[in-house]
């Protein structure tokens, strides 16, 4: 939308530098070189009006932050543009060519075309620097946006090696579930085996203990 704005601003600050020349120039003129002039003058203030009825249009769609400042300017414009139409209102008015001249000069008109002009080329200044203020903010939009990409990504980053994470300590539980119950079926087995070789032994011992006393019984009889 600034971009249109300034679009118009550029188009409107030439065709004004533009009718400042011309009415210079019509001031020295008479009869119909005048009447030639003051048309074109005319139609040149037309389409300035065009002009910054389409900027106002476009600065009343901005964000409230930048409009203030664009509506600002824009009534220099219209004063500038006031100032034309008077030049050439003093400079057709009168009797002759020579009258209208000298009602210029007298009521400093031409001062006032000097005026435009220092007016305008302050506009243009000013224009400039909201220009290259408006480069920088974009420029700062632009970095925080990539900055803004790369803490995303990172903070995606670190949710994936967060959810690694975690699943890698479910399955550090897993495994420490399946170590206690190796070591329950191990101590069961250790149990079961010392279980049987008490009952091993105690069948060896009763064993013997027959052995014995059938041999007592067979040599005593």
Request: aromatic fraction near 4%; proline fraction near 0%.
């Amino acid at each position: 939308m600034t971009d249109v704005f300034q679009g118009y601003e550029r188009q409107y600050c030439e065709i004004s530098a533009s009718l400042s020349r011309k009415c210079t120039a019509a001031a020295s003129q008479e009869g119909e070189k005048l009447k030639q002039k003051a048309s074109e003058i005319k139609s040149g203030i037309d389409g300035a009006e065009a002009l910054i009825r389409k900027m106002d249009l476009e600065a009343r769609n901005l964000q409230p932050s930048l409009r203030a400042g664009q509506l600002a300017k824009l009534r220099e414009y219209k004063s500038d543009l006031n100032n034309l139409k008077g030049v050439l209102k003093r400079i057709t008015a009168g009797n002759g060519q020579q009258g209208a001249r000298e009602e210029l000069l007298e009521s400093g008109m031409a001062d006032m075309l000097v005026v435009s002009a220092d007016q305008r080329s302050r506009l243009l200044r000013t224009t400039e620097r909201q220009n290259q203020t408006t480069d920088r903010i974009r420029d700062s939009h632009r970095t925080m946006l990539e900055t803004e990409e790369l803490g995303v990504s990172i903070m995606h980053d670190l949710h994936q090696q967060r959810q690694s994470l975690l699943h890698a300590n479910d399955t550090l539980h897993d495994v420490d579930d399946n170590i206690g119950k190796s070591r329950k079926i191990m101590g069961a087995m250790v149990r079961r085996m010392d279980r049987n070789k008490w009952i091993i032994g105690l069948l060896i011992a009763l064993l013997v203990l027959a052995i014995l006393v059938v041999l007592y019984f067979k040599f005593v009889h």
